[in-house]
């Protein structure tokens, strides 16, 4: 009796393990197609910040909807004048990024965007 449960233990553990790595695939696939809505540069012309939208139709109509249903409209990056990036808010899967009608800003190193929990900031040492 013992052996049966540790192997459906086992066989319950990999599915989970495998459906939480395709869903991370999906999210990395959606990351990677999404297109920069608006783009702001600081003062100094060293760094920008970029407002994307995940690409969720590429994952399908019932994946899309899930995932569009769980995770946050936008997402932000932060690049360098030499396009590295420096910061992302994509992997922040617990917030809420963005209001469509809000503009992220530089002031000075910092940046404020809109996020779940009113304003939200970086502050970046590379963007003075």
């Known amino acids: 009796m013992r052996p049966n449960i540790r192997k459906r233990v086992i066989i319950f553990s990999l599915v989970v393990l495998l459906s939480l790595f395709v869903l991370l695939g999906l999210k990395v696939q959606s990351s990677w197609t999404a297109k920069p809505l608006y783009t702001d540069w600081n003062d100094s012309g060293e760094c ?9 139709k590429v994952l399908g ?3 899309g909807r899930i995932f569009k249903y769980f995770s946050s409209p936008y997402f932000y990056r932060v690049y360098t004048k030499k396009d590295e990036m420096l ?22 190193e910092m940046i404020v965007y809109p996020g779940s929990d009113g304003w939200e900031s970086w502050i970046i040492p590379q963007c003075r």
């Open 61 to 63: 109509a019932v994946a």
């Open 87 to 108: 910061k992302t808010s994509e992997w922040s899967l617990w917030m809420r990024e963005g209001n469509a009608g809000v503009a992220p800003e530089f002031r000075g």
């Open 48 to 56: 920008y910040i970029a407002i994307y939208t995940p690409e969720y």
